[in-house]
C-alpha cells in the first residue's frame, strides 16, 4: 500500500493525484490521508511511468475542484478512482451519470453549490469601529470548505466596505483592494449584536406574510442549525404563533 498524504485543498491532492495515476498505482493501492507523514512522496512512489501524457477531460478538473471542498475524506479516493478510470479504462466515464462514483461525485457536487448559496444567503454583517475605522465581520457556519468559493460574492457585492467574514472552516477578508483567507476561528472570535440588528428585525417583518407560511418548506430553505447567526430569525416562533392564531 501507498500512503498518499495531502493537505485539504484541490491543488494539493491534484499534485498528488498525477504522480499516482502516472505511475500507474491503482486505487486500491492508495490511502489518502489529510495528515503530514514522515515519508515523502518520492520516497515511497516507484519512479517507473506508465502514462507518458495525462490527457483528462476539462469537465473532471471542473467537477473535482468542486468535489474537494466537501468536508468528507472519503473525496480524495473517490476523486482517483474516477480519475484512474479516465485515464485507465473510460475517457468517456463522466457520461456515464449511472455509474457509482460518478453519482456519488455529482452529489457531492450539489452538496458544495447548496452550501455556497445558503452561504450567500445566510451572512449577516455587524459593524465594528476599530481604532476609529468601520469594518464590517460577520459569523456563519458552513457545512463544507465553501469560503474561498463564496467570499468573491462578498467582494463585488461590498467592494466599497472592508470585511471579514469568520467561519469554523476558515475566514475570508476584504480590506478595499485584495481578498485574503486565513485559518477557520471559534464562534467565540465573532462580535455581538449591535444597531443593524434592528435593521435586520424590521425588514423581516416587513416581508413576512402569513398567509403563504409553511413552516415545512420554510426549515428547509431556512435550516434550523443556521438560526443562531441570523438576527432576524429570534422573530420567527412569534410570527409563527402569530400566523396559526390569524388563521
Not at 519512479?47 to 473535482?64: G, R
Not at 475566514?171 to 449591535?194: G, I, N, R, Y
Amino acid at each position: 500500500m501507498i500512503h498518499a498524504p495531502v493537505t485539504n485543498n484541490f491543488e494539493s491532492w491534484r499534485e498528488t493525484a498525477r504522480r499516482l495515476v502516472m505511475a500507474g498505482v491503482r486505487p486500491n493501492e492508495v490511502v489518502w490521508s489529510n495528515e503530514t507523514q514522515a515519508a515523502l512522496f518520492d520516497e515511497i512512489v516507484a519512479p517507473s511511468v506508465v502514462l507518458k501524457n495525462l490527457n483528462v477531460p476539462a469537465e473532471f478538473m471542473k467537477l473535482a475542484s468542486t468535489v474537494a471542498c466537501v468536508d468528507d475524506a472519503e473525496k480524495w479516493p473517490l476523486l482517483y478512482r474516477i480519475l484512474y478510470r479516465l485515464a485507465y479504462e473510460n475517457h468517456n466515464l463522466l457520461e456515464i451519470e449511472s455509474d457509482a462514483d460518478v453519482r456519488a461525485a455529482r452529489l457531492m457536487e450539489k452538496a458544495i453549490r447548496r452550501d455556497v448559496h445558503k452561504f450567500h444567503a445566510f451572512v449577516r454583517f455587524r459593524r465594528l469601529d476599530c481604532d476609529g475605522k468601520e469594518i464590517f465581520v460577520a459569523w456563519h457556519e458552513p457545512q463544507h470548505f465553501t469560503v474561498e468559493r463564496a467570499a468573491p460574492f462578498f467582494q463585488r457585492r461590498f467592494g466599497t466596505m472592508k470585511f471579514s467574514i469568520l467561519t469554523p472552516k476558515g475566514c475570508a477578508h476584504w480590506d478595499q483592494k485584495q481578498l485574503t483567507f486565513s485559518p477557520a476561528v471559534e464562534k467565540s472570535m465573532a462580535p455581538a449584536a449591535d444597531e443593524m440588528e434592528d435593521f435586520w428585525l424590521l425588514y423581516y417583518r416587513s416581508i413576512f406574510n402569513p398567509f403563504r407560511l409553511k413552516i415545512r418548506a420554510m426549515k428547509k430553505e431556512l435550516p434550523v442549525r443556521h438560526w443562531p447567526t441570523l438576527p432576524e430569525t429570534v422573530l420567527i416562533p412569534e410570527l409563527i404563533k402569530k400566523a396559526s392564531e390569524s388563521n
